[in-house]
């Protein structure tokens, strides 16, 4: 079985369109420039471009580290957008990171990354979101953390009586 992507009417809370994501190991969706954009821990890794009213592929790549790599070996955790790029969030050996990528072929047009070993924010990040400002909201677990655009802290929720949260 795949993973279904439902397109919901925000005032009925029906869903108007179902359709099969690309498999059944979608780990993040968002929808940028008319575009779905589905993270897949399938295989080889990579975010697929999908049609926003059919769901058929358009494309797909693999998201790059901050060398120019195709990030191998890790998960793929949250993907976002900031309006013109995609965010994903990932587990990277001994660091928890957060890449802006471009959407067209996964090239890195940065990243900012903590030390996983200590109970930070990033540290296995479910779901990210950038706001028009560039405030970045990171949510894990049970706490959602607010960071600017370089990645320093401003704000956190963690009394949230929530378990797991997975996406914003």
Known sequence: ????????????????????????????LTY???????????????????????GAPEANFRPKDNWGNDITGQNLLGLGNDGSDLWLSYAESNESCVLKINE?????????????????????ASGIAIGPDGVIVIAKDDE????DSAGQFLQDWSDLDAS????L
């Open 104 to 124: 067209n072929n996964g090239d890195n047009k940065g990243r900012f990354c903590q030390d996983q070993n200590q109970n930070t924010a990033l540290k296995q």
């Open 164 to 167: 797991d949260i997975q996406g």
């Open 32 to 54: 940028l420039g008319g575009y779905l954009y589905y993270a897949s821990n399938a295989g080889d890794k990579r975010i697929y471009k999908l049609n926003a009213t059919t």
């Open 1 to 28: 079985p795949f993973d279904q992507i439902l397109i919901v009417d925000a005032a009925t809370g029906a869903a108007s369109s179902v359709f099969d994501a690309p498999d059944a190991s979608g780990q993040g």
């Open 144 to 147: 959602i953390v607010k960071r």
